[in-house]
């Protein structure tokens, strides 16, 4: 199975999605891993929604979450296109999931509670990465939304 994650500068470190440098897709049957620039990184809103996309174009079938790594509208288009989430917690890094692959697809879910998302206007998260509290409310509408 195909599983995604963002790493951090150290490309070990599991990240919310918008924050590392790189996006790390693991062939979990060979332990093989492509890294890819973060799409994130490139654009000013849809951050989130841009790097689900990618793993969504890249077959990757669960996605390595931290707490924060998905907004309302990038969980809902994860969970659109059949992602599936395995709930990590904050400082999980790349080794200890390569190490036991299945321990860790075992935990996967097909989705995300409530508190596990980023909410920018919201107690647990505060404005995080944003430079504006209203920011995020467009964050991730970069032409997914609709019909």
Do not use: W
């Not at 490139?42 to 841009?50: F, K, L, P, T, W």
């Amino acid at each position: 199975m195909r599983i995604g994650a963002v790493l951090g500068q150290d490309r070990e470190t599991i990240v919310p999605l918008p924050d590392g440098p790189t996006a790390a897709i693991v062939e979990t049957e060979t332990g093989e891993v492509t890294y890819l620039p973060n799409p994130a990184l490139s654009v000013r809103q849809g951050r989130r929604a841009a790097v689900t996309r990618l793993f969504i174009d890249s077959g990757v079938k669960a996605v390595l979450a931290v707490p924060g790594a998905f907004c309302e509208h990038s969980h809902e288009l994860a969970r659109r296109h059949g992602l599936e989430f395995i709930p990590v917690a904050a400082g999980t890094r790349l080794p200890q999931v390569l190490a036991d692959p299945a321990g860790y697809l075992s935990q996967r879910r097909p989705s995300l509670p409530t508190g596990m998302l980023f909410v920018s206007m919201g107690e647990h998260h505060g404005h995080h990465d944003h430079a504006h509290p209203h920011e995020h409310r467009h964050d991730d509408a970069g032409g997914s939304g609709g019909a």
